[in-house]
């Protein structure tokens, strides 16, 4: 009889047999942005190796599932966890695996007599009545199970993430197949070709060996033909335009959540939900730190040493900004709320940071350079002073 092939959860994910549930977590989000089929159109290896790690997943970020995994070696739907831990409580080391009713426990090269486990106050009988009452569980339906969740990166002109608007993009998702309508099949059967029609497998635990149902066919012996649209996955890939709204004030890194636009679920589950990770572009005058907006002006030497006013370019405009007497190069003034708009404070708004660059004159005649010679002899005084002070 066929025995069913046991898969290294951990190896398939690359971490330990002592990781954490974040360390499992991250290390599927890794793995399952490099081989997502959204990332390898038309790749099977790549859909495949989805497949294990999702599996992998499924199992070690299941607190039950991962124990009895860790305990026997490999997980079926068919084990009751309250039966495996009382064998275990009884002396077994591992956690049993459940079959469908009626199906044989091979006890072969085992002694379960009363003199076999003196002092154990029922002796093996008990032990066997606890696989009994195990393996004589129906198999349960599974149940609906929900889709997975998107992620992809929306690169967003530098105009929109502040004033708003709306963002265009196509995704690739999968979708509910129109042809079985999610029951992965068509109708008609042919022979399982897991346990060859018998509706059994054979499964190893540490020492002992013993039939289980199969796991694929449910013990019926038998597969219903695949539908031919979803190849039996009820869900097919489709890619759609969508479009969604982008608030002002939308920052660079912002995540976008939009619910049940994500992958569809099975036998019934809810959709997953999508992410939009937001990248916004750059201005050749304007840089944006958070609802700031920082900006270098150029002013002219008279314009620094006596002040006024100046003009200087804003996201809304042109505006008025007071340069005080005396002012450096380098010197930053702020222009309260002529930021942009707070995405996450309704009403807020941030500041303009101008920053002064001096602009040194370019003289073009004798009168201008007897001038500032004139202006050098009548304020004497050393710049390079303070410094000379400190050496």
Same mark, same amino acid.
């Given at each position: ?189 042919? &022979? =399982? /070709?897991? #346990? $060859? %029609?018998? *509706?059994? @497998? ?23 033909? &695949? =539908? /031919?649209? #979803? $190849? %039996?996955? *009820?869900? @097919? ?31 019934? *589950? ?122």
């Amino acid at each position: 009889m066929p025995a069913t092939q046991h898969k290294d959860y951990y190896a398939t994910l690359g971490i330990r047999k002592t990781a954490s549930a974040e360390e499992i977590r991250k290390a599927f989000r890794k793995l399952a942005r490099k081989y997502h089929p959204d990332v390898n159109p038309g790749d099977k290896k790549a859909e495949e190796k989805f497949k294990e790690i999702s599996e992998a997943n499924d199992i070690l970020s299941d607190e039950k599932k991962r124990r009895i995994y860790d305990q026997f070696g490999f997980y079926s739907d068919q084990i009751d966890p309250a039966a495996a831990e009382a064998a275990a409580r009884a002396g077994q080391g591992g956690y049993p695996q459940g079959g469908g009713r009626g199906v044989p426990f091979d006890f072969g090269g085992f002694d379960f007599s009363e003199e076999a486990a003196p002092g154990t106050g029922g002796g093996w009988g008990s032990f066997r009545d606890i696989f009994s009452g195990m393996f004589s569980r129906e198999r349960q339906p599974r149940g609906p199970q929900p889709g997975t969740d998107l992620e992809y990166q929306v690169n967003v002109d530098f105009w929109t993430a502040i004033r708003g608007g709306t963002a265009r993009l196509e995704i690739q998702r999968q979708e509910v197949c129109p042809a079985c309508h999610g029951r992965t099949s068509t109708g008609g059967s042919q &022979a =399982c /070709p897991e #346990c $060859h %029609g018998t *509706g059994q @497998v054979t499964q190893m635990g540490g020492r002992m060996k013993f039939n289980i149902q199969c796991p694929r066919c449910g013990g019926t012996g038998k597969l219903q033909n &695949a =539908c /031919p649209t #979803c $190849h %039996g996955e *009820g869900t @097919v890939f489709r890619t759609e335009p969508l479009e969604f709204r982008i608030k002002p004030g939308t920052r660079d890194g912002q995540r976008i959540r939009l619910a049940g636009k994500g992958n569809a679920g099975v036998n019934g *589950g809810g959709a997953g939900d999508l992410y939009l990770i937001i990248r916004t572009g750059s201005h050749p005058v304007f840089t944006r730190q958070g609802d700031d907006i920082l900006i270098t002006v150029p002013v002219t030497v008279s314009e620094a040493a006596l002040g006024g006013r100046i003009e200087v370019p804003t996201i809304d405009g042109r505006a008025q900004l007071r340069i005080p007497p005396g002012t450096q190069s380098g010197q930053r003034l702020r222009m309260r709320e002529r930021g942009v708009p707070s995405a996450p404070r309704e009403g807020a708004r941030g500041d303009e940071i101008v920053t002064v660059e001096v602009a040194v004159p370019h003289l073009r005649d004798e009168r201008s350079r007897e001038i500032l010679r004139e202006l050098a002899k009548l304020n004497p005084e050393d710049p390079r002073e303070a410094i000379w002070a400190k050496v």
